[in-house]
């Protein structure tokens, strides 16, 4: 028996286009649902074929507008389980709230633990997730968490263009390093860190660039960029530094506010993001270039449903016609 014959991948309202592309990658179609909303504004949610028994997959990025779509997978989520799924399988390509993972001054809330725990208590038996803003999210749930990594395919856009020669990553903050020394292992070079302070949310401050970047081709790369404030502050004083030119890359594109703007505004040459957010004509720019997520997180998908190790996508470069 096929790995194919019990499993069920929806598409929810967020990123059609993404869980199309996932779909073609495990080699099974979309199943047939629909969101629709009473008059007041309630969600409904009606599926039109049998889940029962089967190992259902959800795809949804809770991006924007994130309370729309985060209650979009919830009621998805309550209808397979009350419809009798064997497992209910998130696959979330950007996990929303997750910047709030943590108390940094008195009576804030910890959001990124109340949306692991809504999904546990609907019924989610598994989440599979890209670039999480902090790893520890992971320790949130008390389900399995598979948390794949974007650099492998960042990486692989850099090394088909040799733009790895003369290269410096960097890191636009110090919590961003780990995933600056993935890319950089990748791509054979050196790390440099932007040390940067943020006094308040979505603003940021650049003090310090710790590192050699002078004659070098500087690529930066972060888990997202919202209002492009830290990017662009960064992309700027890499080139005082001494930097020849600038990439940026991203896994998530949230490109909320002014970032337009300043990405158009900025000395980035080229911006490299992935499809995780599903982005509208207006928010596309000449300067960016999509790479797609589909194909790595389809053979996620296929190693969960086989009972394979996913450890080969994390650790090697990611390549698009790798395990067809």
Same mark, same amino acid.
């Given at each position: +028996?096929?790995?194919?014959?019990?499993?069920?991948?929806?598409?929810?309202?967020?990123?059609?286009?993404?869980?199309?592309?996932?779909?073609?990658?495990?080699?099974?179609?979309?199943?047939?649902?629909?969101?629709?909303?009473?008059?007041?504004? #309630?969600?409904?949610?009606?599926?039109?074929?049998?889940?029962?028994?089967?190992?259902?997959?959800?795809?949804?990025?809770?991006?924007?507008?994130?309370?729309?779509?985060?209650?979009?997978?919830?009621? +998805?989520?309550?209808?397979?389980?009350?419809?009798?799924?064997?497992?209910?399988?998130?696959?979330?390509?950007?996990?929303?709230?997750?910047?709030?993972?943590?108390?940094?001054?008195?009576? #804030?809330?910890?959001?990124? $633990?109340?949306?692991?725990?809504?999904?546990?208590?609907?019924?989610?038996?598994?989440?599979?997730?890209?670039?999480?803003?902090?790893?520890?999210?992971?320790?949130?749930?008390?389900?399995?968490?598979?948390?794949?990594?974007?650099?492998?395919?960042?990486?692989?856009?850099?090394?088909?263009?040799?733009?790895?020669?003369?290269?410096? &990553?960097?890191?636009?903050?110090?919590?961003? &390093?780990?995933?600056?020394?993935?890319?950089?292992?990748?791509?054979?070079?050196?790390?440099?860190?932007?040390?940067?302070?943020?006094?308040?949310?979505? &603003?940021?401050?650049?003090?310090?660039?710790?590192?050699?970047?002078?004659?070098?081709?500087?690529?930066?790369?972060?888990?997202?960029?919202?209002?492009?404030?830290?990017?662009?502050?960064?992309?700027?004083?890499?080139?005082?530094?001494?930097?020849?030119?600038?990439?940026?890359?991203?896994?998530?594109?949230?490109?909320?506010?002014?970032?337009?703007?300043?990405?158009?505004?900025?000395?980035?040459?080229?911006?490299?993001?992935?499809?995780?957010?599903?982005?509208?004509? #207006?928010? $596309?720019?000449?300067? +960016?270039?999509?790479?797609?997520?589909?194909?790595?997180?389809?053979?996620?998908?296929?190693?969960?449903?086989?009972?394979?190790?996913?450890?080969?996508?994390?650790?090697?470069?990611?390549?698009?016609?790798?395990?067809?």
């Amino acid at each position: +028996m096929s790995y194919k014959d019990d499993m069920i991948i929806f598409a929810l309202n967020s990123n059609v286009p993404l869980a199309q592309k996932i779909a073609d990658r495990v080699g099974i179609p979309l199943s047939k649902s629909s969101v629709e909303r009473f008059s007041d504004g #309630e969600i409904q949610i009606n599926i039109d074929e049998t889940v029962r028994g089967k190992d259902v997959y959800l795809v949804q990025s809770t991006s924007d507008p994130v309370n729309d779509n985060l209650m979009e997978l919830l009621i +998805m989520i309550d209808a397979v389980r009350r419809a009798s799924a064997r497992t209910i399988n998130i696959v979330i390509p950007y996990y929303g709230y997750a910047r709030q993972d943590r108390k940094t001054r008195a009576r #804030e809330p910890i959001t990124a $633990k109340l949306v692991a725990d809504m999904l546990q208590t609907a019924g989610a038996d598994r989440i599979l997730s890209l670039d999480l803003h902090a790893p520890q999210i992971q320790g949130f749930f008390d389900i399995p968490v598979d948390n794949l990594m974007g650099a492998p395919l960042l990486a692989d856009y850099f090394l088909r263009n040799h733009l790895e020669e003369d290269a410096v &990553v960097v890191s636009p903050d110090h919590g961003g &390093v780990t995933r600056a020394r993935k890319l950089a292992e990748f791509l054979g070079c050196h790390i440099a860190i932007v040390d940067k302070r943020r006094p308040k949310a979505n &603003v940021a401050e650049v003090m310090n660039i710790i590192g050699d970047v002078k004659g070098k081709r500087a690529i930066i790369i972060d888990d997202m960029i919202d209002t492009a404030g830290t990017i662009t502050l960064a992309a700027q004083a890499l080139i005082d530094a001494g930097a020849t030119e600038v990439y940026a890359s991203a896994t998530h594109a949230v490109l909320s506010g002014p970032a337009i703007k300043r990405l158009n505004d900025s000395p980035i040459k080229n911006l490299v993001l992935t499809d995780s957010i599903n982005q509208p004509a #207006e928010k $596309k720019l000449d300067k +960016m270039l999509l790479v797609s997520v589909g194909p790595l997180m389809g053979d996620a998908i296929k190693c969960i449903q086989e009972h394979k190790a996913l450890s080969p996508l994390f650790n090697t470069r990611y390549e698009e016609d790798k395990h067809k």
